[in-house]
């Protein structure tokens, strides 16, 4: 008897332990453009990697997070003014074809352009607060990092990197829950298990009655 409630214990212990987890989200960056207010030099700006790929990905859990490290060249043609160093605003908007379509995310920061007599301009980009791009039940952080580069040749290219982080995902369904009745995306028990273990509590029961008897 004493045997059988141990097992019986163990197996409670593994039911207890099934989980519901949410499925993997696709994101799927369509387009990303950039805007530059400064008016210095030509500085052109290309979407996506060293070979024009944008951004695919899956995230599943809220703090899932995918670092990407070329999301648009950043190509610089010429030195700053010696009379004019420049200072304006620059923006990056994201569009995505998945989860949903989705347009227009956009990420403001700063430009400067710093002016040296020695061959060495120095252009940097400071981004802002990331983007919070909202899919209605899915939400997902834009982050940019930082961008300098120093100009020691009269030609300089490089690549912006971000983050996206998953800061929402939808309620999960249970297994053999009743539609439209979706719970909080946590761990749960699943019900055929708490069946089997009430089942098993019964039989044991019952079986020492007899043996009583």
Do not use: C
């Amino acid at each position: 008897m004493k045997r059988s409630l141990i097992l019986l214990a163990a197996m409670a212990f593994m039911m207890f332990s099934a989980q519901v987890y949410a499925n993997p989200i696709q994101f799927t960056v369509s387009s990303i453009s950039v805007a530059d207010y400064s008016f210095g030099p030509a500085i052109t700006y290309t979407q996506g990697d060293a070979l024009g790929n944008l951004p695919s990905f899956q995230l599943t859990n809220v703090g899932d997070v995918k670092t990407v490290a070329q999301l648009f060249k950043v190509d610089r043609n010429g030195e700053f003014s010696m009379f004019d160093d420049i200072t304006g605003t620059i923006s990056a908007a994201f569009g995505f074809s998945s989860p949903s379509i989705l347009l227009n995310q956009t990420v403001n920061g700063t430009i400067t352009g710093t002016y040296s007599w020695r061959n060495s301009d120095t252009l940097s980009i400071i981004w802002g607060q990331p983007k919070t791009a909202d899919f209605g039940d899915v939400e997902l952080s834009i982050d940019l990092n930082d961008y300098t580069d120093t100009l020691t040749s009269g030609h300089n290219t490089g690549y912006v990197s971000g983050t996206f982080t998953l800061l929402q995902i939808p309620a999960v369904q249970v297994p053999n829950d009743p539609p439209g009745n979706p719970v909080d995306p946590t761990p749960a028990p699943e019900p055929t298990s708490l069946l089997l273990l009430g089942s098993g509590l019964v039989g044991i029961v019952a079986f020492s009655r007899r043996k009583k008897a």
